[in-house]
């Protein structure tokens, strides 16, 4: 029986976002994949929005110039509760051309494979001082606690010039800001005095640049040198660090957490990853594409008429093109619901597509090649603490992950 052969699931007609499996999406996306591949929904607030669902149609509205990004228009598909950023906290994230474009070159050229490559022995060096810090000290350990959120943390702030002696501190605050996701008040209040803390920091650090003649080719150097030249404003600065902070930490740190728990639930491609480690890249970009962990951040609006799967999108009304159902397409992915670490494809859109398409994206691979082969190779023992129905998923997250990963080495 395939899903078309099935009634429509009440669910559809139900505020959107819906509640996803552990691992797995929404089970209506394969409904309307199958039998309404563009449909409109509610959001929380009482707009609409327009849910894509089949790969190539996700990729059609990526790289459709009548779509915008910037969530200032009204109509923009709000899928968290919290309150938007004002316009003064906007990024590039949610700028369309010619302004996106002007960010986008002042950060993708610090971002190209050769000029990354020269970080892995440092990244290799952390996450072996991670690893020799878990097998002295002993089991059981949380994975996130000791390699998942530190690693992204510490590479973040490298990047943003964080002098290692402040390194602490800023693994600190920006653990406890990501706690924010756990949704209880105190992680709330933890999290609203990190962020100050945070703000106050990166200001000082712009402070400083801002002081010298030449404030350096690196990224925060680039970013303050275009402020002077009136090519951006000061505020820029900040927002684009942020930016940076936040999608380059929480994403992959989740993504080394779940990926980790993911193999673990997957013994025997574990055990030949393990003899084949050659295979690391590859089952990487599978993880990637069955996990999909940020699977509601990429929205869109609609600034004309678009004509997609049989339907109008009005003008003015906002998109959520589903890369995690594009992902899970078997039209495109034959069996797509299986984990293969075998697959080798490197087109999905775990990553976005089109112009805004994670810049991030060699430094993520990086970090998690190594720290996958890294962690396979050093750890042959490796195994879960509990049983993994206890594993606390952050099923309400606009990024899928998990909170806690209690291992024995
Ligand atoms: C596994 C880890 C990661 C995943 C799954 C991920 C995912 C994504 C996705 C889906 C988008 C597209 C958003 C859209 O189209 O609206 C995006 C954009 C972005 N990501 Fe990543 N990301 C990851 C790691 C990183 C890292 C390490 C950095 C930087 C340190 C980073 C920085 C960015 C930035 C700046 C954008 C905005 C790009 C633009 O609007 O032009 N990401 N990311």
Redesign the pocket.
């Known amino acids: 029986m395939t899903s078309s052969d099935l009634a429509e699931p009440s669910v559809l007609n139900t505020i959107f976002p819906w509640e996803r499996g552990t691992y797995d999406p929404p089970e209506a996306y394969s409904w309307l994949r199958e039998n309404e591949p563009v449909r409109r929904v509610v959001l929380h607030d009482g707009t609409p929005a327009w849910l894509v669902t089949r790969y190539d149609d996700v990729r059609r509205i990526?790289s459709d110039p009548r779509v915008s990004?910037n969530q200032m228009l009204p109509g923009f598909p709000q899928i968290e509760l919290v309150p938007r950023p004002s316009e003064e906290e906007s990024?590039?994230?949610?700028?369309d051309a010619p302004m996106?474009t002007v960010?986008?070159r002042l950060?993708s050229k610090h971002?190209v494979v050769k000029k990354l490559d020269a970080m892995r022995p440092r990244i290799q060096a952390l996450v072996d001082e991670r690893i020799d810090d878990m097998l002295k000290r002993g089991e059981p350990l949380d994975f996130v606690e000791e390699i998942a959120l530190p690693v992204?943390s510490t590479?973040?702030a490298w990047?943003l010039g964080v002098p290692p002696a402040d390194h602490p501190f800023f693994n600190r605050e920006t653990d406890a800001l990501l706690a924010a996701s756990l949704g209880t008040p105190e992680a709330i209040d933890r999290a609203t005095e990190a962020y100050g803390n945070i703000n106050a920091y990166v200001d000082g650090l712009i402070t400083a640049r801002e002081a010298l003649d030449e404030p350096g080719e690196d990224i925060l150097g680039n970013l303050v040198q275009a402020s002077r030249d009136g090519v951006i404003k000061r505020q820029d600065v900040l927002n684009?660090a942020w930016?940076?902070?936040v999608?380059?930490?929480d994403?992959?740190a989740?993504?080394i957490s779940l990926g980790m728990l993911t193999l673990l639930e997957h013994p025997e491609q574990l055990a030949e990853l393990r003899a084949r480690p050659d295979l690391v890249p590859q089952a990487i970009e599978e993880l990637?594409r069955y996990l999909?962990?940020?699977h509601l951040?990429?929205?869109?609006i609609a600034t004309e008429d678009i004509e997609i799967g049989g339907v109008t999108i009005p003008a003015g009304e906002g998109i959520v093109p589903l890369?995690f159902s594009a992902n899970r397409d078997d039209a495109h992915y034959p069996d797509a619901a299986a984990l293969d670490i075998h697959r080798g494809a490197r087109d999905h859109?775990?990553?976005?597509?089109?112009?805004?398409?994670?810049?991030?994206?060699p430094?993520?691979?990086i970090?998690?090649q190594i720290v996958f082969e890294t962690v396979l190779r050093r750890l042959p023992d490796l195994k879960l603490a509990v049983s993994p129905a206890d594993i606390p998923f952050k099923s309400h997250a606009s990024?899928n992950g998990i909170a806690s990963l209690p291992v024995t080495v």
């Open positions: 990526l990004s990024t590039f994230l949610n700028m996106h960010f986008r950060i971002f992204p590479v973040i990047l684009t930016l940076l902070l999608a380059g930490h994403t992959t989740n993504m990637l999909t962990i940020v951040i990429v929205l869109r890369n859109f775990a990553f976005g597509y089109g112009m805004h398409q994670c810049v991030g994206q430094l993520a691979r970090e998690l990024i």
